[in-house]
């Protein structure tokens, strides 16, 4: 028994150990630890890139705080304190803030931008031992506790803040996760008791350490229980719950806060291993639109970098890898112009985060993932090579709603070891899944930007969604041209009751109600799913010239439109510098009297119908039903949003073929999107002028959209809206389309017969577009086709050239049997130009050519 106590004691004693070197670790040790200064100094005197970005670093911070050397009292004197509830010989409380509309700007940016200088001074007094630098340092950090405890932390758990007591999103970023960065650089100095200059008393004061502990405290209480899970709130928040929980001294309180962010999260706050969830394949992204996805895998690589330097073995970078591992992947659904694909509140442009790559490399280095060293060496190695990116540039200040991270630069980066890169070419087509998107691209074999071809269809219910339908998008001459509207302020009119709704996107609107419910802020819908595509995502494509994808969208939120939908979009390329988009959309209500709007949005200057027995007339009530209705903010809208359309012009029915053209004046060439829509009955055209495209070309930038509107009454299933979409720089299609014909069987849609002239021959192409069992048969060009997808491409000697089968079971013509193996769909290319008739095939098919 003696023994087992003697046991027991020293299993004590070596916790109480631990426990005391853990608490009596040397700081700093968030961003850097004392031992890490003489690398850090040596890469500074021996690596060209390190050397210039101290220069700057220290010239613009020595620029910064030449007022405090100066002054320290006018220098303090310029934050936002209240000077009106100031007590005698008291540091005032800070102002605090509800309104973010620009007039507190000026404010709250220099309370920004004092955190920014503190943690910079930090960083030379670690690197310098100048303690003119902790002195300024400590005067910002003391102002800033003393200021802030004098407020009340708001006790709202939905996003209650301290200085902005309604945003405490915002408030963990630009103030919450820096002050604790502060004080680790400076606690050393701190500790030999230096005074710190106090504007209450204008003079030096002790510091105190109790009060900053109580800051730490309360600003990682707030992160862990204000906020809400399952979106990127919980990441934007980690910095300010992570760096505040390591500026805690009491251990019991550090590891409690360190363990909701690393293990057990809060029901306002999702744990590493909760976002982690959202990645299960490599290549996979956090579940939003393109800045907020990318911005969680960026903040949370770092979030690794730094807990796996306070605790080397929990290895983050081993077990979440495939967070950072995303971080390129929106780059690879860029547009040939590297605009990228837009959805939700995304954004058109995109920044390729080379310093996010940076740290991604980094924590493979750090923990050894070979997967994440080898992905993100190869593209620095390029970039730096190709002048894209430079480590020896310091950031501009930002005073938008971010963390500083800035000086980890300069403290965590060494020289990346020269890795080669293959060229590697964007595949043809790509999905990304959360969002319901299936893109198709053709670039051009001149390399010229305005040659490719690309366009998407998509549509999902997340965080920053859009209750948009089955969108698309069409790029060609250089620029995005049919147009997703994007998004511009948040809590605006236009933001709630037009760009997030149905109107504001390429879709069809069933019944006038089309909307979404439920879920977040109210706008959810169903996912548009994919039935089948060629290539299918990633795969190699088995013709140069075609791809399609068939997707199906379930409209039945609200109660009103209860459709179902399908849409055939094929992108057809006819040449180098010419090609067109084929667009077949179904849709059907379950309801009685149902019509249907088909919406397409192009930027540019006008849209003009060219069939001259078409009349167009005033309607501008047609679409404002619901103008006034009643809307709450993030809860009710004014569905569909098209009240917003101005100038709207419509047609009484009109039954024939159309041809219309958008023209696009003030690009740098004069540009057009020809459209090509076959006729049927109870058919109704309309042109409006939509809001503005956000992120559009810069003449277009705050210019309407030009937007097509037509109207199906009753259903638009057997013959759909059936549209062909050519981009052009030629006015009169000299190079390009001479006409479309609807091909029909029993006065049911079956497809087109577009003819071309390209570099003055005539191409003729038959394009089958049905459903998937259904058969088309064509006697003129002998033809007979069970399946859902074809094109057939004939000279103009009516010699056949190609066939491109996307979707079938079974297709014959005189040249050529083509039938799956298996009474399954397969795919087929046959290049009769080729000399021995070049044929690409699924396994399943067998392809027999007549002699």
Same mark, same amino acid.
């Given at each position: 028994?003696?023994?087992?106590?003697?046991?027991?004691?020293?299993?004590?004693?070596?916790?109480?150990?631990?426990?005391?070197?853990?608490?009596?670790?040397?700081?700093?040790?968030?961003?850097?630890?004392?031992?890490?200064?003489?690398?850090?100094?040596?890469?500074?005197?021996?690596?060209?890139?390190?050397?210039?970005?101290?220069?700057?670093?220290?010239?613009?911070?020595?620029?910064?705080?030449?007022?405090?050397?100066?002054?320290?009292?006018?220098?303090?004197?310029?934050?936002?304190?209240?000077?009106?509830?100031?007590?005698?010989?008291?540091?005032?409380?800070?102002?605090?803030?509800?309104?973010?509309?620009?007039?507190?700007?000026?404010?709250?940016?220099?309370?920004?931008?004092?955190?920014?200088?503190?943690?910079?001074?930090?960083?030379?007094?670690?690197?310098?031992?100048?303690?003119?630098?902790?002195?300024?340092?400590?005067?910002?950090?003391?102002?800033? @506790?003393?200021?802030? !405890?004098? /407020?009340?932390?708001? %006790? &709202?758990?939905?996003?209650?803040?301290? #200085? =902005?007591? $309604?945003?405490?999103?915002?408030?963990?970023?630009?103030?919450?996760?820096?002050?604790?960065?502060?004080?680790?650089?400076?606690?050393?100095?701190?500790?030999?008791?230096?005074?710190?200059?106090?504007?209450?008393?204008?003079?030096?004061?002790?510091?105190?350490?109790?009060?900053?502990?109580?800051?730490?405290?309360?600003?990682?209480?707030?992160?862990?229980?204000?906020?809400?899970?399952?979106?990127?709130?919980?990441?934007?928040?980690?910095?300010?719950? @992570?760096?505040?929980? !390591?500026? /805690?001294?009491?251990? %019991? &309180?550090?590891?409690?806060?360190?363990? #909701? =962010?690393? $293990?057990?999260?809060?029901?306002?706050?999702?744990?590493?291993?909760?976002?982690?969830?959202?990645?299960?394949?490599?290549?996979?992204?956090?579940?939003?639109?393109?800045?907020?996805?990318?911005?969680?895998?960026?903040?949370?690589?770092?979030?690794?970098?730094?807990?796996?330097?306070?605790?080397?073995?929990?290895?983050?970078?081993?077990?979440?890898?495939?967070?950072?591992?995303?971080?390129?992947?929106?780059?690879?659904?860029?547009?040939?112009?590297?605009?990228?694909?837009?959805?939700?509140?995304?954004?058109?442009?995109?920044?390729?985060?080379?310093?996010?790559?940076?740290?991604?490399?980094?924590?493979?280095?750090?923990?050894?993932?070979?997967?994440?060293?080898?992905?993100?060496?190869?593209?620095?190695?390029?970039?730096?090579?190709?002048?894209?990116?430079?480590?020896?540039?310091?950031?501009?200040?930002?005073?938008?709603?971010?963390?500083?991270?800035?000086?980890?630069?300069?403290?965590?980066?060494?020289?990346?070891?020269?890795?080669?890169?293959?060229?590697?070419?964007?595949?043809?087509?790509?999905?990304?899944?959360?969002?319901?998107?299936?893109?198709?691209?053709?670039?051009?074999?001149?390399?010229?930007?305005?040659?490719?071809?690309?366009?998407?269809?998509?549509?999902?219910?997340?965080?920053?969604?859009?209750?948009?339908?089955?969108?698309?998008?069409?790029?060609?001459?250089?620029?995005?041209?049919?147009?997703?509207?994007?998004?511009?302020?948040?809590?605006?009119?236009?933001?709630?009751?037009?760009?997030?709704?149905?109107?504001?996107?390429?879709?069809?609107?069933?019944?006038?109600?089309?909307?979404?419910?439920?879920?977040?802020?109210?706008?959810?819908?169903?996912?548009?799913?994919?039935?089948?595509?060629?290539?299918?995502?990633?795969?190699?494509?088995?013709?140069?010239?075609?791809?399609?994808?068939?997707?199906?969208?379930?409209?039945?939120?609200?109660?009103?439109?209860?459709?179902?939908?399908?849409?055939?979009?094929?992108?057809?390329?006819?040449?180098?510098?010419?090609?067109?988009?084929?667009?077949?959309?179904?849709?059907?209500?379950?309801?009685?009297?149902?019509?249907?709007?088909?919406?397409?949005?192009?930027?540019?200057?006008?849209?003009?119908?060219?069939?001259?027995?078409?009349?167009?007339?005033?309607?501008?009530?047609?679409?404002?039903?619901?103008?006034?209705?009643?809307?709450?903010?993030?809860?009710?809208?004014?569905?569909?949003?098209?009240?917003?359309?101005?100038?709207?012009?419509?047609?009484?029915?009109?039954?024939?073929?159309?041809?219309?053209?958008?023209?696009?004046?003030?690009?740098?060439?004069?540009?057009?999107?020809?459209?090509?829509?076959?006729?049927?009955?109870?058919?109704?055209?309309?042109?409006?002028?939509?809001?503005?495209?956000?992120?559009?070309?810069?003449?277009?930038?705050?210019?309407?959209?030009?937007?097509?509107?037509?109207?199906?009454?009753?259903?638009?299933?057997?013959?759909?809206?059936?549209?062909?979409?050519?981009?052009?720089?030629?006015?009169?299609?000299?190079?390009?389309?001479?006409?479309?014909?609807?091909?029909?069987?029993?006065?049911?849609?079956?497809?087109?017969?577009?003819?071309?002239?390209?570099?003055?021959?005539?191409?003729?192409?038959?394009?089958?577009?049905?459903?998937?069992?259904?058969?088309?048969?064509?006697?003129?060009?002998?033809?007979?086709?069970?399946?859902?997808?074809?094109?057939?491409?004939?000279?103009?000697?009516?010699?056949?050239?190609?066939?491109?089968?996307?979707?079938?079971?079974?297709?014959?013509?005189?040249?050529?049997?083509?039938?799956?193996?298996?009474?399954?769909?397969?795919?087929?290319?046959?290049?009769?130009?080729?000399?021995?008739?070049?044929?690409?095939?699924?396994?399943?098919?067998?392809?027999?050519?007549?002699?």
């Amino acid at each position: 028994m003696a023994k087992l106590s003697k046991y027991i004691i020293c299993f004590f004693f070596i916790l109480n150990s631990l426990s005391l070197i853990a608490q009596n670790k040397q700081r700093p040790f968030i961003w850097v630890e004392q031992k890490d200064r003489t690398e850090i100094l040596a890469k500074i005197q021996h690596q060209p890139w390190a050397k210039a970005y101290y220069k700057e670093f220290k010239d613009r911070l020595d620029d910064d705080i030449a007022l405090y050397k100066k002054s320290p009292k006018e220098f303090i004197a310029k934050l936002p304190f209240d000077w009106s509830k100031q007590k005698n010989g008291i540091t005032p409380p800070f102002n605090t803030y509800t309104n973010f509309d620009g007039s507190t700007d000026q404010d709250r940016f220099v309370l920004n931008k004092y955190l920014q200088i503190g943690i910079d001074c930090g960083v030379l007094y670690f690197l310098t031992e100048d303690e003119s630098y902790a002195q300024c340092a400590a005067a910002i950090l003391h102002a800033f @506790v003393e200021g802030v !405890l004098q /407020l009340t932390p708001s %006790e &709202e758990t939905g996003n209650g803040g301290w #200085i =902005y007591p $309604t945003d405490y999103l915002r408030e963990a970023r630009v103030f919450g996760a820096q002050v604790p960065v502060i004080y680790d650089f400076i606690a050393t100095y701190l500790e030999k008791k230096h005074q710190v200059y106090d504007i209450g008393k204008n003079g030096f004061i002790n510091f105190s350490e109790e009060n900053a502990q109580k800051v730490f405290l309360t600003y990682a209480n707030l992160a862990a229980y204000h906020g809400h899970t399952g979106s990127n709130w919980s990441v934007l928040m980690s910095f300010s719950l @992570v760096q505040n929980a !390591l500026a /805690l001294n009491n251990l %019991e &309180e550090r590891k409690k806060y360190l363990d #909701i =962010y690393l $293990t057990k999260g809060t029901d306002k706050q999702d744990a590493l291993p909760d976002i982690s969830a959202n990645y299960i394949n490599e290549g996979d992204v956090y579940p939003e639109t393109s800045q907020y996805s990318n911005g969680v895998a960026a903040y949370t690589t770092r979030m690794m970098l730094i807990l796996n330097k306070y605790n080397p073995s929990l290895k983050l970078g081993q077990k979440y890898y495939k967070i950072p591992f995303s971080l390129d992947r929106w780059n690879s659904i860029r547009y040939p112009n590297d605009e990228i694909v837009r959805f939700g509140d995304g954004h058109r442009t995109f920044e390729v985060p080379y310093e996010s790559y940076d740290m991604a490399y980094l924590l493979g280095k750090q923990d050894s993932v070979n997967k994440l060293t080898d992905k993100f060496g190869p593209l620095l190695t390029k970039s730096i090579n190709d002048g894209k990116y430079s480590r020896a540039i310091v950031g501009k200040r930002s005073f938008g709603a971010s963390v500083y991270y800035e000086p980890t630069q300069l403290l965590w980066l060494q020289t990346t070891k020269a890795y080669s890169l293959e060229s590697t070419n964007l595949p043809r087509t790509d999905q990304f899944s959360h969002a319901g998107v299936f893109l198709q691209r053709n670039l051009s074999s001149t390399n010229k930007s305005e040659d490719g071809l690309m366009c998407f269809v998509g549509g999902a219910h997340m965080v920053h969604g859009h209750a948009g339908g089955m969108d698309m998008e069409l790029y060609g001459l250089g620029e995005v041209l049919g147009v997703d509207h994007g998004r511009g302020q948040y809590r605006t009119d236009l933001h709630e009751n037009y760009s997030r709704l149905f109107a504001a996107h390429n879709s069809v609107i069933v019944n006038g109600a089309s909307q979404g419910e439920g879920d977040w802020v109210n706008l959810g819908m169903n996912t548009v799913e994919l039935v089948t595509m060629e290539p299918m995502p990633l795969e190699k494509a088995i013709s140069p010239n075609h791809s399609f994808t068939r997707t199906r969208f379930l409209d039945d939120k609200g109660g009103k439109a209860e459709a179902t939908q399908e849409r055939t979009m094929a992108l057809i390329r006819t040449s180098p510098t010419t090609g067109y988009f084929v667009d077949v959309f179904r849709s059907k209500s379950a309801l009685a009297n149902e019509y249907h709007d088909y919406l397409y949005h192009n930027i540019g200057d006008e849209l003009n119908f060219l069939n001259k027995d078409l009349f167009l007339k005033s309607d501008e009530n047609r679409y404002n039903e619901n103008a006034n209705a009643p809307y709450f903010n993030n809860k009710k809208y004014r569905n569909p949003g098209w009240h917003f359309f101005k100038d709207v012009k419509s047609s009484s029915i009109y039954e024939a073929d159309i041809k219309a053209q958008f023209e696009l004046n003030k690009l740098s060439k004069k540009s057009y999107m020809n459209v090509f829509v076959v006729g049927n009955k109870n058919r109704e055209y309309t042109k409006v002028m939509a809001p503005k495209t956000f992120e559009a070309p810069v003449a277009y930038e705050n210019l309407p959209t030009p937007t097509l509107v037509i109207r199906q009454k009753g259903a638009a299933w057997t013959n759909p809206f059936a549209v062909i979409y050519e981009p052009s720089f030629d006015e009169n299609s000299k190079n390009g389309i001479q006409s479309v014909t609807k091909l029909e069987e029993n006065g049911i849609f079956k497809g087109f017969m577009v003819v071309s002239s390209i570099e003055n021959k005539i191409c003729t192409q038959y394009i089958i577009s049905q459903d998937q069992d259904a058969v088309y048969e064509n006697k003129k060009i002998d033809l007979y086709f069970k399946g859902a997808f074809a094109v057939l491409t004939f000279d103009e000697n009516n010699k056949l050239q190609n066939i491109y089968l996307g979707e079938g079971q079974l297709l014959k013509t005189k040249q050529v049997q083509i039938q799956s193996k298996n009474e399954q769909s397969m795919a087929v290319y046959v290049d009769f130009l080729r000399g021995n008739d070049k044929v690409n095939a699924s396994n399943n098919a067998e392809v027999i050519i007549n002699e």
